[in-house]
């Protein structure tokens, strides 16, 4: 029988047992846009970009402004809303470009772009700046830039709500949820599948806002697809939706009423400038609706409703069987026995430096048992985890990690990166940065701008802050909770004073602005940063550095070497002719906002050096 206080009594019990790596899965949620498990298009966001009393004053405040001056000046209501109207139609061109009412912030242009839940808002955007291309080539590079966004957001934000109600459903169940589990798609090769299946929804559901009242109702049709695709990867898109509409075929209103319990969590977390939601109330939010779909899970296979049968992950629901668990996993794990450190390890300046820093000269044979010794090690601790039935068993479940298994085990974190990895990790993750800058400014202004004060194919930023990561912490890569806070003051140091430093060196010239935004430090660092910096740097330490490394392994150190002297070189070169003639201009330095002057004065907007 449904009961709704103890629902959230269930979920409150399971945000205490997992509360940091749920705050990771709302926090990342929050930055793709991609709602966490509530609904896959716009319209189940939870945050909004704080807003500064600039821009408020800026938009929408000046036209409000406008009409009560002209009450007060006794001005007819039929001009008043004829001046109004007027003002509207002015705004539109801008207001297209800021569809869903996005704002500017560190990485806004990614939130507003391409990760609000929807792909609609890059295809409004890249439309727009296409009718402004002047030339053949410029229309290229806009195609060519908002294909790959929209791949990123087909890959990334679009299959994140189901990683995020994987995780939540994996946590009301097990004492653990380890970091690796926002791969569990990836590691059982339905990843695409999954996307495929969220696509489809997204598009149904975006159609049927087209209706207003159908958008209302399909939201809370489609609102179990997240979870379906979570527990059955396997399952085809239109199965999904099917069974979402007979799991809530009487249950609307029902859930409806569930989400409007927390309005006013809601209240909160906007009186605290997103705070409480972003530290508990969406968290809590996520574990709430977790529960929600177990129920009506449970009556769904109750009743055999037609399709019920395709809800056949038991152990995301139940523990298994302790015999259930040995036979799994017991005669792989005595094959693998507890792993041995090797026997020949590094000494002298040399050890240090690899076990305070995790850096090598080359990977020589020594460092190949160290990394045997660590994948290893890795493995046995992740299975003797899933034996004890504190984490969910990968082995006993309907989809289990085959064929790919081997190369996936050498994605693990704690392991040692040699100098020329590290060299062409710095030249890959500033590449990587400048691209982003360079798309996201093309589809959104049809402009093609080289970001950043050098004129390369680089934004030292992100190479920089991505090699300090894993070399300064490396030491903290075992421990994730203390990873991420390390890396907020680790980024946030070098993001402040590479501010403060390009700005002593050239006369003031500011290469990105934050004043105005909610807790900024001298307008060089803001706590939205701070966050994005946090959640990237768990991305790069135990996702994106590991993957790429493993490829960067295999190229001969004949190659690799004048590779990395060339790029050293180039980028010397560039960084003093830079130092005299640094990178400026529109879109780079000159970002002023136009706005009333009486209003706000302008101001400018982030750009990376």
Not at 575 to 601: C, M, R, W
Request: charged letters at 20%; one cysteine or more; aromatic letters at 14%.
């Amino acid at each position: 029988m449904y009961n709704r206080r103890e629902l959230k009594h269930k979920a409150r019990q399971s945000l205490k047992k997992h509360y940091f790596i749920f705050v990771i899965v709302c926090l990342v949620a929050w930055f793709l846009g991609s709602g966490g498990g509530g609904s896959t298009s716009q319209k189940g966001r939870t945050y909004q970009p704080v807003q500064t009393s600039a821009e408020l004053t800026g938009s929408d405040t000046s036209t409000l402004n406008t009409g009560f001056q002209g009450l007060l000046e006794g001005k007819s209501m039929e001009k008043l809303l004829g001046g109004l109207m007027e003002s509207g139609l002015e705004k539109i061109g801008s207001s297209t470009k800021e569809f869903a009412g996005t704002t500017k912030g560190v990485f806004a242009s990614v939130v507003k772009e391409i990760s609000s839940g929807t792909f609609i808002e890059t295809i409004v955007s890249a439309v727009v700046s296409m009718t402004g291309a002047n030339s053949i080539l410029l229309l290229l590079f806009i195609l060519l830039s908002t294909a790959g966004l929209l791949l990123v957001w087909f890959y990334v934000a679009n299959v994140y709500t189901a990683v995020s109600a994987r995780m939540f459903l994996e946590g009301r169940t097990y004492e653990e949820v380890p970091v690796h589990r926002f791969l569990h798609f990836y590691r059982i090769r339905k990843w695409t599948k999954v996307a495929f299946a969220m696509l489809r929804c997204t598009i149904y559901e975006t159609l049927w806002w087209l209706t207003i009242v159908g958008g209302i109702i399909k939201s809370y049709s489609y609102r179990m697809v997240p979870y379906i695709v979570a527990e059955n990867p396997g399952i085809s898109s239109k199965e999904a939706i099917a069974l979402s509409r007979k799991m809530m075929d009487g249950h609307k209103w029902e859930c409806f009423v569930l989400n409007l319990t927390f309005i006013g969590w809601r209240i909160l977390d906007a009186v605290t400038m997103g705070i409480v939601g972003k530290l508990y109330s969406e968290p809590y939010r996520q574990a709430t609706f977790a529960e929600y779909y177990a129920y009506v899970r449970a009556l769904v296979k109750e009743k055999s409703i037609e399709g019920s049968e395709l809800l056949n992950d038991t152990y995301l629901f139940e523990k298994a069987d302790r015999m259930d668990l040995l036979f799994a996993y017991e005669k792989e794990i005595d094959a693998i026995g507890e792993p041995k450190p090797p026997k020949k390890v590094r000494t002298g300046i040399l050890g240090f430096i690899a076990d305070v820093f995790g850096v090598t000269l080359v990977n020589d044979k020594t460092e190949q048992d160290y990394d045997e010794f660590m994948a290893k090690h890795d493995v046995y601790l992740s299975m003797r985890g899933e034996m004890s039935g504190k984490a969910y068993p990968v082995r006993l479940g309907q989809y289990q990690r085959k064929g790919k298994e081997k190369k996936f085990r050498g994605i693990y974190c704690e392991r040692h990166y040699s100098i020329w990895s590290l060299i062409m990790l710095f030249f890959i993750f500033a590449l990587i940065g400048w691209l982003w800058e360079v798309s996201l400014h093309l589809v959104s202004d049809g402009e093609f701008v080289n970001r950043g004060v050098l004129y390369g194919p680089w934004l030292p930023i992100y190479g920089t802050g991505g090699v300090l990561i894993l070399v300064v912490l490396n030491k903290l890569r075992s421990k994730p909770l203390a990873e991420f806070c390390a890396t907020i003051l680790l980024c946030g140091c070098v993001e402040y004073f590479t501010a403060w430093y390009l700005e002593a060196t050239h006369g003031g010239q500011k290469w990105w602005d934050y004043s105005g935004y909610f807790l900024n430090l001298h307008g060089r660092i803001c706590a939205e940063g701070l966050l994005v910096f946090g959640l990237g740097g768990m991305a790069i330490v135990y996702v994106a550095a590991p993957f790429l490394d493993n490829f960067l392994r295999k190229i001969k150190l004949q190659i690799i070497v004048p590779l990395c002297v060339v790029l050293l070189v180039a980028f010397t070169a560039d960084q003093i002719y830079s130092g005299k003639h640094p990178n400026t201009g529109k879109g780079i330095t000159d970002y002023a906002v136009q706005l009333p002057e009486q209003f706000y004065s302008g101001q400018s907007i982030n750009t990376r050096c």
